[in-house]
């Protein structure tokens, strides 16, 4: 009776292996935890969250994994955009950090207006917030605009931005480089009195009101079914311009609130080298969490994952003083070690592996 | 009895859920054209594509003449080495390149090409195979038989012994079947063998010397054309003996009965895919049609009500009311549903699974901030699943891993669940099973006998004359006759179409 | 579509035909009007940039020279082949301010077979001296140099040094990295973190810092190869209570002296600013003054810049500061 019993458990637990390691998110997640696992590995430490204080005296948070939640922020949200981009238009965004510029430039303008040192904020940060999500929504607008009702290549039509983008935040700033009173710092770093630093906070809302999106509206299947198809889409009622030009829209509201975490973290802004080369890590985000960059699919969460698992590269490559020089080494060695695992020859090769494996040990059963 | 050119033994090949091919054999020999047949989902491709590399298989051999040992072809390149060509329903050349370049591109490893030599190489392989192109014309200005036959003179010119032939006449017209079909033969007296995929069986019957039937994975048998009769070959491919298709003509006739309640009506449509202006009227509980030659604007008519194509002129009416249908949305939710022509093109999400393609449409009516649950998007995949008998692993499955037929029936579903008041089948019928295409028409009888208004297109106008009981007849863009009753009759639609007889 | 396209990129090749051949007639010997062509890196990059900007604008207008000038913004290819058509526009002179080093030989002999003198500015570019007329440069190294002196004079127990350098590559970075590295390897001090960012950023340096304290990199000296990176990393530190400045634990030495980060080297917080001077404008036309004479100039002159210590500068210092 016990004896039988086993049997078909162990069996469910092999299957249920199985079907984990088949899941979409596997990959992604396996390789977080292996960069995290090969952090502790070298510095023991590397988990360890202490309570200490800021200059100030208030309680903060420190360690390397809040480091990492911390500064994943701008990639994660901007990740969040661009899967939705990505997964409509069959193409990127690349002016996200140029768009950061233009955000931050409204931002400090309206936080500072003509002075560079300003003793106090000339209008409520709010407000402040919600102009940098228009700027970055009115981009957003007219790079979908561009993509949805022009049929330009993504590529080409956020090169526009790309270009310009810098130079249009800097006239934003009326070419002052002002730097806004430390209250305005609330937002990128703590909040007086609570330890965790707050752009974690927002990545959490962020993150929530996502998924309350893709749970509670059509995003999601929408956004893949015309990148899948477009044309099939519009017979079934769909409006596939509509849908691409909302996702640039909300690619743009993202770059709005990356922007106000980026602005509000030194309470100032450097067009010209804010967030330098965000553009391809958060597209590098997209691919590693298992999306098509040929478009139709919306692995949300593998975005994320693939966010917070450059962070922890990044952070790694940093605690671990690896020479300047050998930096972009790593991290592309590494970058194409995830995306050879993840791709279909590769995959192949190890089920196949398995299946002989499985073949051998099962042999190796019957004749015992 | 001569060395056969190709055999194939005991193939076996299986997917995750499906056993795709079991024990299968089959035998080619020189000069022989050998028609693969079966239902959608029977084996036909997956034979195929084990033939040329495309999957491995699991189990057998190949035998190619000449070689002593069985041959392992890993790769649709390692195929050609072996002397298999195949040359898909879909052309698979490049449409911005010249004839000669598709020709030529790719076969060999040398850095310089004389372009001039190789134009003139072209000229001649064109001129013997009796193919109507220029070397230098670029290959998208051909019609899409004279780009099938220059996918054919590639192989044939690549020294294939074995041409593969996967349903190369479902896009073409009468004329260029016969074209087609006398290259075949001039293969053949060259000693090719061709395997030669169709749904078609007149054509089958015409060209053809043997026949293999596959159905569920597994071999029926290998029979010589003229001990086949027609009737004997549909019943070994669907298993079973077919009284049915007799049977649908009498109730469509029945169905004729019907209240007279007008569903749908235009006043002079005409839209900017260029159809011209028209009237047309289809009532509760009716199967109409359209008939006419390919291009002559069947497709255009039923896209211009489904608000697919801008409509530039005209009028519709739903139940007496003029409604502005200026999208295919306002479309769907006067109660139009619109299956198009082109399944892959504008039919399926292949990428989205059976239950989200299913649901796609009564979802978008709606509404964006309206998403059904999972579960009732289960519950409403699993009703249409079971309902319209979609052989699927699941409801989670990618659409476009299913056969043909499967999909089209995944389309259907799609807006059956849509409970439209009219609903437009384009071409439901084209590239898919028999057995499937008599579920199909029983389906649209019955769904007019429920008192749905339904309009069916086919090329296949025995079909049409089974399930509708009003043709509309095109030519050229107008509407040039409609015919009802004891008028519809193959004779009557060819004079229609041809001009000679002019109803009305 | 495509031909709309096509006809706009015709009228545009066109347009800029024919603004070509403006440009060419104002450079029109007979009308003695100098025209200087202006390889700038950024418009906007930084304070200290801003100033430099100004600074030539400011002295070429007073002296009556036509300034073209022309911004790279932060690509380096685009910098050269800007260069090769300011050549090309036949301007009298080319000042070139590089992003990178290397990579210029092409543009100076191209210069100097246009016969077009060819001034490298602020920062040192890699050429053989025949290649080019005359430098005026800020020495990256001598500044490097003179915070290790100054480093060394605070004799420290131990040395721990955080090395904050800017974009990979850039002069002023090589120059002001071989300082300290020579300085701690002469010395015997520890590097414990030595890296670049990315566009001289500030949150970079911020982050980087933070990823430092947390994964417990112990150190006592920051030398951040600029005034902003050097703020960020007080940032990081304030946000982990660890102390820094005239009072603190750790030394902060920045570079560039901008008037803000000299408030913050009056105010303690900063230990050590050490100046890049932007002014280039005035030498520079003294320069092409004494060149147009037939007079023989320098070929390489350093600007003369100096170092602000916490402990001695002064209110009436940072209120001379004009950038």
């Known amino acids: 009776m016990t004896k039988n019993n086993i049997k078909p458990s162990t069996q469910r637990g092999v299957s249920v292996f199985k079907t984990i390691s088949k899941h979409r998110l596997f990959i992604p997640i396996a390789f977080l935890m292996f960069l995290l696992l090969l952090n502790i590995f070298i510095k023991p430490g590397f988990l360890r969250i202490s309570l200490g204080r800021d200059s100030s005296g208030n309680p903060v948070l420190i360690g390397n994994l809040v480091n990492i939640l911390n500064n994943a922020t701008e990639l994660v949200i901007l990740a969040i955009g661009m899967t939705l981009v990505t997964a409509s238009s069959k193409g990127q965004d690349i002016s996200v950090g140029s768009t950061i510029a233009i955000v931050g430039g409204v931002i400090m303008r309206v936080l500072c207006g003509n002075e560079t040192q300003p003793t106090e904020l000339k209008a409520p940060i709010i407000l402040a917030f919600l102009l940098g999500c228009l700027a970055g929504m009115v981009c957003g607008a007219f790079n979908g605009i561009l993509v949805a009702k022009f049929k330009i290549q993504p590529m080409v039509a956020t090169l526009i931005l790309f270009t310009a983008g810098r130079s249009i935040g800097s006239m934003a700033m009326g070419g002052l480089k002002p730097k806004a009173v430390s209250s305005f710092g609330y937002y990128g770093n703590f909040i007086p009195g609570f330890p965790i630093p707050t752009p974690i906070l927002i990545t959490i809302l962020v993150v929530a009101i996502t998924y309350i999106a893709l749970k509670k509206t059509n995003l999601g299947l929408y956004t893949r079914a015309v990148g899948i198809n477009d044309r099939s889409s519009r017979l079934n009622g769909l409006n596939p311009a509509k849908i691409k030009f909302m996702a640039y829209v909300i690619m743009g509201f993202c770059v709005g609130i990356a922007g106000f975490v980026q602005s509000s973290r030194v309470q100032t802004v450097n067009p010209y080298t804010i967030v330098p080369g965000i553009e391809m890590d958060v597209i590098l985000a997209v691919a590693l969490g298992g999306n098509s960059l040929g478009g139709g699919t919306v692995n949300m969460a593998g975005s994320i994952i693939g966010a917070y698992t450059l962070q922890t590269l990044t952070s790694m490559l940093t605690t671990l003083n690896v020479n300047t020089n050998a930096v972009p080494v790593f991290k592309a060695v590494i970058i194409i070690l995830l995306v050879a695992i993840q791709t279909p020859a590769v995959k192949n090769f190890f089920s196949n592996k398995a299946k002989v494996s499985k073949i051998i040990s099962n042999q190796g059963k019957e004749s015992a | 009895m001569q060395e056969p050119l190709l055999t194939m033994k005991n193939i076996y090949k299986s997917f995750p859920g499906v056993r795709a091919l079991q024990n299968v054999n089959f035998t080619l020999y020189e000069g022989e054209i050998h028609a693969l047949m079966g239902e959608n989902g029977a084996g036909k491709s997956t034979l195929i594509k084990v033939l040329t590399g495309v999957y491995p298989m699991d189990g057998g051999e190949i035998y190619i003449k000449g070689e002593n040992r069985p041959v392992h072809i890993k790769s649709p390149q390692d195929a050609h080495k072996h002397g298999i060509s195949t040359v898909y329903q879909e052309i698979t050349l490049c449409p911005n390149l010249t004839v000669a370049e598709n020709l030529f591109i790719g076969r060999n490893d040398e850095l310089l090409v004389d372009w001039k030599k190789n134009n003139s190489r072209a000229e001649g392989i064109l001129e013997e195979l009796g193919i109507p192109a220029k070397p230098t014309q670029q290959l998208s200005n051909c019609s899409i038989a004279v780009q099938q036959m220059v996918a054919i003179a590639r192989a044939v010119d690549m020294d294939c012994k074995v041409l593969i032939l996967d349903e190369p006449t479902s896009s073409l017209d009468d004329q260029e079947v016969t074209k087609l079909f006398l290259l075949m033969r001039e293969l053949k007296s060259r000693g090719v063998g061709i395997i030669f995929v169709t749904h078609f069986l007149e054509q089958m019957y015409a060209i053809c010397d043997k026949i293999t039937v596959l159905r569920g994975g597994e071999l029926v048998g290998e029979y010589k054309v003229m001990d086949l009769p027609r009737v004997e070959l549909v019943a070994k491919m669907m298993g079973k003996e077919l009284g049915d298709l007799a049977d649908i003509h009498n109730k469509a006739q029945t169905d004729n009965e019907n209240t007279k309640e007008v569903i749908i009506e235009t006043v002079g449509l005409a839209s900017n895919s260029g159809v011209k202006p028209f009237d047309f009227k289809a009532y509760k509980g009716e199967v109409t049609g359209f008939a006419g030659l390919l291009g002559s604007g069947r497709s255009e008519c039923v896209r211009a009500i489904f608000g697919a194509d801008k409509v530039t002129k005209g009028k519709i009416k739903i139940k007496g009311n003029e409604v502005n249908i200026t999208s295919p949305l306002k479309a769907m939710k006067k109660g139009i549903g619109y299956l198009p022509e082109d399944r892959g093109r504008d039919g399926i999400i292949g990428d989205l699974s059976v239950r989200e393609n299913i649901v796609l449409a009564l979802q978008a009516m709606r509404g964006f901030f309206r998403p059904f649950t999972k579960a009732q998007a289960q519950a409403f995949a699993d009703e249409y699943i079971s309902l319209l008998n979609i052989k699927t692993a699941s409801a989670d499955t990618p659409v476009k891993s299913l056969s043909g037929g499967n999909q089209q029936k995944v389309i259907l579903a799609r807006w059956l669940l849509t409970h439209p008041d009219y609903l437009i089948l384009d071409e439901p019928t084209r590239g898919i099973d028999i057995g499937t295409k008599v579920e199909i028409q029983k389906l649209v009888l019955r769904l007019a006998s429920e008192g749905m208004s339904v309009t069916f297109i086919s090329a296949e106008i025995e079909e049409m004359l089974r399930t509708c009981s009003r043709l509309i007849v095109m030519r050229d863009l107008f509407v040039v006759g409609e015919l009802e009753g004891d008028d519809m009759t193959q004779d009557k639609i060819m004079y229609t179409i041809a001009g000679v007889n002019k109803s009305e | ?323």
């Not at chain 3, 709309?4 to 029109?28: E, F, H, Q, R, Y």
């Not at chain 3, 915070?147 to 800017?166: M, N, P, R």
């Not at chain 3, 050590?272 to 003294?286: A, F, M, S, T, Y």
């Open chain 3, 1 to 323: 579509m495509k031909k709309m396209i096509s006809l706009i990129l015709v009228v545009m090749l066109m347009l800029s035909l024919a603004a070509c051949g403006k440009d060419s007639k104002t450079t029109d010997k007979k009308n003695k009007k100098l025209t200087v062509g202006v390889v700038q890196t950024n418009a906007n990059e930084s304070d200290w940039r801003t100033a430099n900007t100004n600074s030539f604008n400011k002295a070429f207008d007073e002296a009556g020279f036509t300034i073209k000038m022309v911004f790279g913004e932060g690509d380096h290819a685009k910098q050269i082949s800007q260069a090769q058509q300011l050549i090309q526009e036949e301007v009298d002179y080319l000042v070139v301010l590089g992003l990178q080093s290397a990579g210029w030989e092409d543009v100076a002999k191209a210069a100097k077979e246009a016969e077009i003198p060819f001034i490298m500015a602020d920062r040192k570019l890699d050429l053989s001296e025949d290649l080019y007329t005359a430098m005026v440069c800020s020495d990256f190294e001598e500044e490097g140099n003179k915070a290790v002196k100054w480093l060394k004079e605070q004799a420290l127990d131990s040395y721990k040094i955080v090395v904050l350098g800017g974009d990979t590559g850039s002069s002023a970075q090589l120059g002001r990295s071989k300082a300290i590295e020579d300085g701690a390897a002469a010395n015997g001090w520890e590097i414990v973190f030595n890296q670049n960012m990315k566009g001289w950023d500030e949150t970079l340096a911020k982050q980087a810092v933070a990823d430092l304290i947390a994964g417990g990199t112990e150190f006592n000296v920051v030398y951040a190869q600029n005034d902003n990176m050097a703020r960020g990393a007080c940032d990081a530190m304030d946000a982990a209570g660890i102390t820094y400045g005239k009072n603190g634990d750790v030394k902060v030495i920045a570079f560039d002296a901008n008037k803000w980060a000299l408030e913050k080297v009056l105010a303690g917080e900063f230990n050590l600013d050490v100046e890049c001077n932007p002014l280039h404008g005035p030498r520079i036309v003294k320069l092409i003054n004494q060149l147009e004479a037939g007079e023989t100039v320098p070929k390489n002159a350093y600007v003369d810049e100096e170092m602000f210590d916490c402990d001695t500068i002064t209110q009436a210092i940072v209120d001379a500061r004009s950038y």
